[in-house]
């Protein structure tokens, strides 16, 4: 069971870190890796964001889960950007 939810963690982040890369205009050169780290922290960052904003637990999962993951790793990929460094894993 605990590698069922490892490999749903890896590939939920890999299509939130997809998504954020596409929503995030200009060039990053990221892997694959790091665009899988990029989904998960993302995910992360949203549902902190989503408890505090809400009030509901962390980890609770609600329809807007993907937006906030979303959310978070658009913020977590703009951080990155800004900062001037390229993201490599």
Request: with cysteine.
């Amino acid at each position: 069971m605990l590698i069922v939810t490892i490999l749903s963690w890896i590939v939920f982040g890999l299509v939130v870190g997809l998504c954020a890369r596409l929503l995030v205009p200009g060039r990053q050169s990221m892997s694959i890796t790091a665009t899988t780290v990029l989904g998960v922290a993302g995910s992360v960052v949203g549902g902190l964001l989503a408890s505090l904003l809400t009030g509901h637990p962390l980890g609770s999962a609600h329809p807007a889960s993907f937006l906030g993951s979303l959310v978070g790793a658009v913020l977590c990929l703009g951080l990155i950007v800004g900062m001037g460094r390229p993201a490599r894993a």
